[in-house]
């Protein structure tokens, strides 16, 4: 099964260029969520580290998949900071692993990528699902995944359902109360609010999909 | 807008560049990082290396506290946002001296995660950083552990690097740097937000004639939203926060700190700190010393925060200690 | 309104109980007159008195540099509004040591009338009591001697108070702030007014994304009001006034103090500060020492000013005295 | 002439008891006017010397008619500051002195006070008709005083025209530009402004008026 899904570094790049446009192109939404329970920089913040990915993208053209993500992370790790930058630098560090040595990798390597980033999250920010955090729209795509593919679906549908169970996700981060991060000191009055990480996860998620080549 | 800025993209840079050019009789960034603002006094032989740090947008805190006898480095991030964990570990290699580093900023869980990745990579390098997180803020969590630091940042960083000033080994400034906090107390009032330099509008919305009681210095809620009282009034609300929650009692000595968020003057807050000496004489509590100004604030936001330390000799003498940086100077 | 204030009558009076009480180690409240905040250290023997004034609402100006080595008695007025001539007066019988005093301040026609009344009724008791003016507000005049005083206040007392402090006669202070005063220049922008504590509105309006080039530290109007620019380009057409006033020219020395009105953020004074520091490197002017903070304020006033002082070398010795005041040390 | 006309200490306390009245009402308006082209202090200052004065009153009712303006014109030199502090003090210590001794004063002798109090703002501020100041209300107000005891109309008729005369010498200040005090450095943008020591002033010479007994 997936045999012939094979995904090589032209479909990364196009990824990442992807996500630094839409984070540009959300950037005011993403700082607005965040005003309303953090403080008012998580768009601001990605769109920083976003930036000076695209910049220093051109150097990485000769790298494998491991180097390249690993050079997404350490970016954004070292230009986004507060929460968000541990986060997701640490994340697209262990993405790319799987793809030691690599120029493409398998669907089922794919897996294992989104796999490992999600748990880099999960260690880093020990959050667990129904915090209201990322983990509430990576953790519940990620077993969407999984499942997916213990199902049998296409590809394609794998990853349309991995991105459905993301934005369900974020969703429902609305109706939670926040016992994580800057939000986690409001209590009662972080409820009615969409998690602004949970919101640019689930962002990231979709060009995944949006990219895919088959 | 009422801001001063070009590319929102460049505030924390240029900020620096000014910085460290204005103050270059005590500073300078550290070559091989431009979020890492250093002593030039660092690495001082013989003496633990005191490093503080946060987002940007609380100047003079952090990197106003950086001189002689101080801190011998902050870590800047951008705005509200913690530095990243390369510039942490970039600022140990600063300016340790052998005898190890302290990270001291205030508790955010962002924070946290980059502080302490970047003594993750010290302790590769056989460098030992130790972390005490500042948690002034009475009102931000019942468990003092989940606490908010705000301007009480101060005093913490005055007392552990007056500690290392003297010689004292790593954990006898980290002891000091304890100690300190477990006697510090904060709590402020917010009558506006700050403006973000990349959106220029208000991070947050507090109409004008309203304040928030306890609000965070990045616009975390407070107690109460209600409307703007007279200062006596709200200084009489904070007080009735701070004083039974360490306690501070009757025959306690303490030095006072109130703090503007930025665009409070000098007027309003004397005229606060005023009410506060009122109380502290009627409950008998004795002001050992005072500053009044804006020490630890959020870019242009409106508004003031009290903060008590209690003190005894040992955090006396640490206040006390003379030292030299661009935004505090001690004889 | 953002303000924390009492009754608006009260304002000066609970602002000066809790300044003398906050630095109670520097100042005290003459004893005869509420409006008169001395030096502890005052009359220094065999010193030249120097005494510094104006109205309340610019602090740190004026009564945060009464202090060892700098002034010996601040005279507090209304808010925007001279001190009476009683006060004046009070001040010089508080600080003369026999050696006569000095007024120093901004030069206001209110100022002026209710100082040189205090001089009339010194010299009536035989104390000699001369006045220098300050007179560094560029814009305001073409004519010199009808220019306003603004943040240049801060250099001219600091070099009048050294040089009273190192043991100079009257004549010789009078001509040390005359130099002082005749070698420096500034200039501001406004971007808001200042709150008034009576009416709790804004002084004047200005509206929010406008700005006033020029504008006095009361609202008095400047070179021309528009839309606001960025940083670079504000800082770039105030100093296209400052620069050739003097003129300063290559080869010259200055020091700097770029200044908040109140409000504005020391993020945004550094990005200010940058750029005029890159100015002076493209002139060839060299910077000697900067300040950069709220020196001379207006409140809660959002704006910023520049002031270049030309030095020589009895000006850089007179700017590098070590002092000792509450908003003003120097190592 | 005016022979009979005698104005005794009560209708000098009771003018300065109503001046202080009506300072308090007008406070803000006087601070607009002086916020357009001074420094939106002139109303709050004046208030905060008048209330003073009104405080201290009671403790001057023995003192003759010398005394007590002198006391009110020390009071306000104390508590107003600023220019109007001087002028306005220097006016009423002035004001009082031909009524040295005394506890009733002729008209002939009213004339005399407003001559000494206006001659006294004039030297205080150097300030002469035109210059858009509290000066071209109080010296048409005089000189018109002096040509209708000339006249020989009525006393009431003499306070009419005085204070006629200070009205339209207020009003005559907005289309002037201003060379003495604060907004002199305005030039032409002082233009279209009623100055506020006019105003106040000419506010003033009216509760003579009105508390005239005759
Ligand atoms: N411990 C955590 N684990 C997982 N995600 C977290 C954690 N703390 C915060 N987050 C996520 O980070 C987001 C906030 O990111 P950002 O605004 O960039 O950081 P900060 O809170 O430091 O300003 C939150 O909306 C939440 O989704
Ligand atoms: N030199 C002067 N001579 C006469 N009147 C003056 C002079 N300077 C100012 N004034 C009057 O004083 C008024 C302003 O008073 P006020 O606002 O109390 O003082 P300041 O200008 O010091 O704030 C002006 O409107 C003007 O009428
Ligand atoms: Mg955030
Ligand atoms: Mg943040
Ligand atoms: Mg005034
Ligand atoms: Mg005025």
């Known amino acids: ?214 | 807008m009422r801001r001063l800025l070009n590319d929102p993209y460049d505030v924390v840079e240029e900020m620096l560049e000014g910085f460290c050019r204005a103050h270059s009789e005590h500073v300078h960034l550290y070559e091989d990082d431009g979020r890492v603002v250093v002593s030039n006094l660092a690495p001082v032989k013989n003496k633990v290396g005191v490093i503080i740090g946060g987002g940007s947008g609380h100047e003079p805190l952090f990197l106003g506290y950086v001189g002689e006898n101080f801190a011998d480095a902050a870590v800047i991030g951008n705005i509200n946002t913690s530095p990243s964990p390369e510039s942490c570990y970039n600022a140990v290699k600063a300016v340790d001296a052998g005898r190890g580093c302290i990270y001291l900023y205030g508790n955010y869980a962002g924070d946290v995660m980059n502080f302490d990745m970047g003594a993750e990579m010290a302790a590769e390098d056989g460098i030992r950083v130790e972390t005490v997180t500042i948690t002034d803020d009475v009102y931000s969590s019942e468990n003092i552990a989940d606490r908010r630091g705000v301007a009480g940042d101060f005093f913490v960083f005055k007392a552990a690097a007056a500690k290392a000033a003297m010689g004292a080994d790593l954990d006898e400034v980290v002891a000091a740097a304890k100690k300190a906090n477990d006697n510090t107390r904060s709590m402020g009032v917010a009558l506006s937000s700050a403006t973000h330099p990349a959106t220029g509008r208000a991070m947050f919305e507090l109409a004008e004639g309203d304040m928030e009681i306890g609000m965070g210095i990045h616009g975390e809620p407070g107690v109460r939203r209600g409307k703007l009282q007279n200062a006596d009034k709200v200084v009489d609300e904070i007080m009735s926060y701070i004083l039974p929650d360490l306690p501070f009692e009757a025959g306690d000595e303490v030095a006072v700190l109130v703090n503007s968020l930025g665009a409070t003057p000098l007027m309003d807050l004397h005229i606060c700190y005023r009410r506060v000496a009122q109380i502290l004489d009627e409950k008998k509590i004795k002001i050992y010393s005072s500053l009044v100004g804006p020490y630890a604030t959020t870019m242009d936001m409106f508004g003031m925060s009290i903060t008590l330390m209690k003190l005894d000799s040992e955090l006396k003498e640490l206040l006390d200690y003379p030292c030299n940086a661009p935004y505090y100077v001690k004889k």
Chains 1, 4 share one sequence.
């Open chain 1, 1 to 214: 099964m997936y045999t012939d899904c094979i995904l090589g570094k032209d479909y990364f790049y196009q990824v990442i260029e992807k996500i630094a446009g839409l984070i540009e192109e959300k950037r005011d939404y993403l700082t607005e969520l965040d005003a309303a329970i953090g403080d008012a920089d998580h768009g601001f913040n990605l769109s920083i580290g976003f930036r000076e990915v695209l910049k220093k993208m051109p150097e990485w053209k000769d790298k494998d998949i491991k180097g390249f993500f690993r050079s997404v992370g350490m970016t954004l790790l070292g230009k986004v900071g507060g929460a968000a930058g541990p986060l997701y630098g640490s994340f697209f560090m262990k993405f790319g692993e799987p793809g030691s040595g690599k120029d493409e990798v398998t669907f089922q390597e794919l897996f294992e990528m989104f796999k490992q980033g999600v748990e880099a999250v999960e260690q880093r920010g020990k959050a667990i699902l129904g915090e209201k955090t990322m983990v509430d729209a990576l953790r519940p795509a990620l077993n969407a995944f999984e499942k997916a593919m213990k199902e049998n679906l296409e590809a394609k549908q794998v990853m349309e359902a991995f991105v459905d169970a993301a934005r369900q996700g974020a969703e429902a981060t609305i109706d939670m109360i926040a016992k994580k991060g800057r939000a986690m000191r409001l209590g009662e009055r972080s409820r009615g609010h969409l998690d602004p990480g949970a919101a640019s996860s689930t962002m990231i998620l979709e060009v995944f999909l949006d990219c895919f080549p088959f």
